[in-house]
T-cell receptor, first 114, second 112 residues
Framework: NAGVTQTPKFQVLKTGQSMTLQCAQD?????MYWYRQDPGMGLRLIYY???????DKGEVPNGYNVSRLNKREFSLRLESAAPSQTSVYFC?????????????FGSGTRLTVV | QKEVEQNSGPLSVPEGAIASLNCTYS??????FFWYRQYSGKSPELIMS????GDKEDGRFTAQLNKASQYVSLLIRDSQPSDSATYLC????????????FGGGTRVLVKP
Protein backbone atom coordinates (compact mmCIF):
# COMPACT_ATOMS: atom_id res chain seq x y z
CA ASN A 1 0.00 0.00 0.00
CA ALA A 2 2.69 2.47 -1.10
CA GLY A 3 0.47 5.34 -2.38
CA VAL A 4 2.75 7.95 -3.96
CA THR A 5 6.48 7.28 -4.04
CA GLN A 6 9.00 10.04 -4.70
CA THR A 7 12.72 9.71 -5.25
CA PRO A 8 15.16 10.94 -4.19
CA LYS A 9 14.30 12.25 -0.71
CA PHE A 10 17.26 14.63 -0.57
CA GLN A 11 19.47 16.12 -3.25
CA VAL A 12 22.18 18.77 -3.44
CA LEU A 13 22.95 20.18 -6.87
CA LYS A 14 25.44 22.70 -8.12
CA THR A 15 24.14 25.61 -10.15
CA GLY A 16 23.73 24.55 -13.77
CA GLN A 17 23.43 20.84 -13.07
CA SER A 18 20.39 18.90 -14.20
CA MET A 19 18.33 16.25 -12.49
CA THR A 20 15.03 14.43 -12.67
CA LEU A 21 12.68 13.92 -9.74
CA GLN A 22 10.73 10.70 -10.02
CA CYS A 23 7.16 10.08 -8.88
CA ALA A 24 5.03 6.96 -9.10
CA GLN A 25 1.56 6.17 -7.76
CA ASP A 26 -0.13 2.81 -7.42
CA UNK A 27 -3.72 4.00 -6.83
CA UNK A 28 -4.74 4.08 -10.50
CA UNK A 29 -5.33 7.83 -10.29
CA UNK A 30 -5.69 9.77 -13.51
CA UNK A 31 -4.38 13.13 -12.29
CA MET A 32 -0.89 13.86 -11.03
CA TYR A 33 0.80 17.07 -9.88
CA TRP A 34 4.13 18.60 -8.98
CA TYR A 35 4.19 21.34 -6.32
CA ARG A 36 7.00 23.19 -4.66
CA GLN A 37 6.82 24.44 -1.10
CA ASP A 38 8.79 27.41 0.16
CA PRO A 39 8.58 28.96 3.64
CA GLY A 40 5.50 31.15 4.01
CA MET A 41 4.33 30.53 0.45
CA GLY A 42 2.40 27.33 0.80
CA LEU A 43 2.30 24.88 -2.08
CA ARG A 44 2.65 26.30 -5.57
CA LEU A 45 1.75 24.24 -8.61
CA ILE A 46 4.57 23.70 -11.11
CA TYR A 47 2.98 21.32 -13.61
CA TYR A 48 0.12 18.90 -13.63
CA UNK A 49 -1.18 16.05 -15.74
CA UNK A 50 -4.94 15.61 -15.83
CA UNK A 51 -4.61 12.22 -17.49
CA UNK A 52 -2.06 10.02 -19.21
CA UNK A 53 -0.70 11.77 -22.28
CA UNK A 54 -1.50 15.33 -21.15
CA UNK A 55 0.52 17.89 -19.22
CA ASP A 56 -0.15 21.55 -18.42
CA LYS A 57 1.69 24.41 -16.81
CA GLY A 58 0.82 25.52 -13.35
CA GLU A 59 1.64 28.71 -11.49
CA VAL A 60 5.46 28.46 -11.53
CA PRO A 61 6.59 26.35 -14.54
CA ASN A 62 9.71 28.29 -15.58
CA GLY A 63 12.89 26.23 -15.33
CA TYR A 64 11.06 22.90 -15.22
CA ASN A 65 9.85 20.24 -17.62
CA VAL A 66 7.68 17.21 -16.99
CA SER A 67 6.95 13.84 -18.53
CA ARG A 68 3.88 11.70 -17.90
CA LEU A 69 5.57 8.44 -18.78
CA ASN A 70 2.45 6.32 -18.22
CA LYS A 71 -0.54 6.37 -15.90
CA ARG A 72 1.64 5.58 -12.86
CA GLU A 73 4.66 7.83 -13.39
CA PHE A 74 5.11 11.60 -13.60
CA SER A 75 8.64 13.00 -13.57
CA LEU A 76 9.92 16.54 -13.06
CA ARG A 77 13.15 17.68 -14.70
CA LEU A 78 15.37 20.61 -13.86
CA GLU A 79 17.52 21.22 -16.94
CA SER A 80 19.86 23.83 -15.42
CA ALA A 81 19.37 24.18 -11.70
CA ALA A 82 19.40 27.62 -10.09
CA PRO A 83 19.58 28.59 -6.39
CA SER A 84 15.99 29.91 -6.69
CA GLN A 85 14.91 26.30 -7.21
CA THR A 86 16.01 25.34 -3.72
CA SER A 87 12.77 24.06 -2.24
CA VAL A 88 10.81 21.04 -1.10
CA TYR A 89 9.07 19.34 -4.01
CA PHE A 90 5.90 17.31 -3.58
CA CYS A 91 4.28 15.02 -6.07
CA UNK A 92 0.59 14.24 -5.64
CA UNK A 93 -2.13 12.27 -7.34
CA UNK A 94 -5.91 12.54 -7.21
CA UNK A 95 -9.16 11.08 -8.39
CA UNK A 96 -12.75 12.15 -7.81
CA UNK A 97 -14.55 9.49 -5.81
CA UNK A 98 -18.14 10.57 -5.40
CA UNK A 99 -18.38 13.07 -2.57
CA UNK A 100 -14.79 12.52 -1.57
CA UNK A 101 -11.85 14.14 -3.22
CA UNK A 102 -8.35 14.82 -2.13
CA UNK A 103 -4.77 14.65 -3.04
CA UNK A 104 -2.45 11.90 -1.90
CA PHE A 105 1.01 13.35 -1.49
CA GLY A 106 4.39 11.74 -1.76
CA SER A 107 6.89 12.20 1.05
CA GLY A 108 8.69 15.04 -0.72
CA THR A 109 12.14 15.79 -2.14
CA ARG A 110 14.26 18.35 -0.35
CA LEU A 111 16.42 19.99 -3.02
CA THR A 112 19.28 22.39 -2.36
CA VAL A 113 21.00 24.18 -5.23
CA VAL A 114 24.34 25.74 -4.32
CA GLN B 1 -4.10 39.58 -3.91
CA LYS B 2 -3.34 35.92 -3.31
CA GLU B 3 -6.00 33.49 -4.45
CA VAL B 4 -6.13 31.76 -1.05
CA GLU B 5 -5.07 33.65 2.06
CA GLN B 6 -4.36 32.44 5.58
CA ASN B 7 -2.81 34.03 8.64
CA SER B 8 0.64 32.48 8.94
CA GLY B 9 0.54 32.42 12.76
CA PRO B 10 1.79 30.94 14.91
CA LEU B 11 -1.55 30.46 16.61
CA SER B 12 -0.79 29.54 20.19
CA VAL B 13 -3.55 27.58 21.95
CA PRO B 14 -3.65 26.06 25.45
CA GLU B 15 -4.25 22.33 25.59
CA GLY B 16 -7.98 21.60 25.73
CA ALA B 17 -9.00 24.91 24.15
CA ILE B 18 -10.51 25.54 20.71
CA ALA B 19 -8.21 26.52 17.86
CA SER B 20 -9.89 28.63 15.18
CA LEU B 21 -8.26 28.91 11.76
CA ASN B 22 -9.47 31.14 8.95
CA CYS B 23 -9.07 31.14 5.19
CA THR B 24 -10.36 33.51 2.51
CA TYR B 25 -10.39 32.92 -1.23
CA SER B 26 -10.77 35.16 -4.25
CA UNK B 27 -12.50 32.93 -6.86
CA UNK B 28 -16.20 33.38 -6.14
CA UNK B 29 -17.06 30.37 -8.30
CA UNK B 30 -15.02 27.93 -6.20
CA UNK B 31 -17.04 24.90 -5.14
CA UNK B 32 -14.72 22.62 -3.17
CA PHE B 33 -12.67 23.39 -0.09
CA PHE B 34 -10.16 21.36 1.86
CA TRP B 35 -8.08 21.47 5.00
CA TYR B 36 -4.73 19.68 5.13
CA ARG B 37 -2.51 19.14 8.14
CA GLN B 38 1.25 19.14 7.70
CA TYR B 39 3.66 18.15 10.44
CA SER B 40 7.15 19.60 10.26
CA GLY B 41 9.21 17.77 7.64
CA LYS B 42 6.26 15.69 6.47
CA SER B 43 3.84 15.80 3.57
CA PRO B 44 0.33 17.29 3.84
CA GLU B 45 -2.54 14.99 4.75
CA LEU B 46 -6.21 15.65 4.14
CA ILE B 47 -8.29 16.14 7.28
CA MET B 48 -11.51 17.77 6.06
CA SER B 49 -13.37 18.61 2.88
CA UNK B 50 -16.47 20.80 2.59
CA UNK B 51 -18.61 21.64 -0.40
CA UNK B 52 -21.80 23.28 0.96
CA UNK B 53 -22.44 26.35 3.07
CA GLY B 54 -22.62 25.64 6.78
CA ASP B 55 -20.76 23.39 9.16
CA LYS B 56 -19.29 19.93 8.73
CA GLU B 57 -18.08 18.02 11.75
CA ASP B 58 -15.62 15.13 11.90
CA GLY B 59 -14.50 14.16 15.37
CA ARG B 60 -12.79 17.13 16.99
CA PHE B 61 -12.67 19.03 13.70
CA THR B 62 -15.38 21.31 12.31
CA ALA B 63 -15.12 23.01 8.93
CA GLN B 64 -17.30 26.03 8.25
CA LEU B 65 -18.02 27.45 4.80
CA ASN B 66 -19.59 30.78 3.84
CA LYS B 67 -19.51 31.17 0.07
CA ALA B 68 -21.15 34.61 0.13
CA SER B 69 -18.27 35.92 2.24
CA GLN B 70 -15.72 33.70 0.45
CA TYR B 71 -14.59 32.38 3.78
CA VAL B 72 -13.81 28.92 5.13
CA SER B 73 -12.68 28.09 8.64
CA LEU B 74 -11.49 25.15 10.68
CA LEU B 75 -12.19 24.65 14.36
CA ILE B 76 -10.18 22.18 16.41
CA ARG B 77 -11.94 21.37 19.69
CA ASP B 78 -10.14 20.03 22.76
CA SER B 79 -6.78 20.85 21.17
CA GLN B 80 -3.98 18.41 21.92
CA PRO B 81 -0.20 18.85 21.65
CA SER B 82 -0.37 16.38 18.76
CA ASP B 83 -2.44 18.96 16.85
CA SER B 84 0.63 21.21 16.66
CA ALA B 85 1.24 21.46 12.92
CA THR B 86 0.74 23.73 9.94
CA TYR B 87 -2.78 23.71 8.53
CA LEU B 88 -3.18 24.37 4.82
CA CYS B 89 -6.40 25.60 3.27
CA UNK B 90 -6.95 24.45 -0.33
CA UNK B 91 -9.55 25.50 -2.85
CA UNK B 92 -10.62 23.96 -6.13
CA UNK B 93 -11.19 26.95 -8.43
CA UNK B 94 -14.16 27.17 -10.77
CA UNK B 95 -12.00 26.65 -13.86
CA UNK B 96 -11.98 23.20 -15.38
CA UNK B 97 -9.61 20.64 -13.97
CA UNK B 98 -8.93 19.03 -10.62
CA UNK B 99 -5.98 21.07 -9.43
CA UNK B 100 -6.07 22.77 -6.06
CA UNK B 101 -4.80 26.19 -5.00
CA PHE B 102 -3.25 26.27 -1.54
CA GLY B 103 -2.94 29.01 1.02
CA GLY B 104 0.34 29.68 2.79
CA GLY B 105 -0.72 27.75 5.88
CA THR B 106 -1.31 28.60 9.53
CA ARG B 107 1.09 27.22 12.10
CA VAL B 108 -0.65 26.02 15.26
CA LEU B 109 1.13 25.46 18.55
CA VAL B 110 -0.78 23.67 21.31
CA LYS B 111 0.86 24.23 24.68
CA PRO B 112 0.40 21.68 27.50
Amino acid sequence: NAGVTQTPKFQVLKTGQSMTLQCAQDMNHNSMYWYRQDPGMGLRLIYYSASEGTTDKGEVPNGYNVSRLNKREFSLRLESAAPSQTSVYFCASSEWQGANYGYTFGSGTRLTVV
Amino acid sequence: QKEVEQNSGPLSVPEGAIASLNCTYSDRGSQSFFWYRQYSGKSPELIMSIYSNGDKEDGRFTAQLNKASQYVSLLIRDSQPSDSATYLCAVKPSAAGNKLTFGGGTRVLVKP
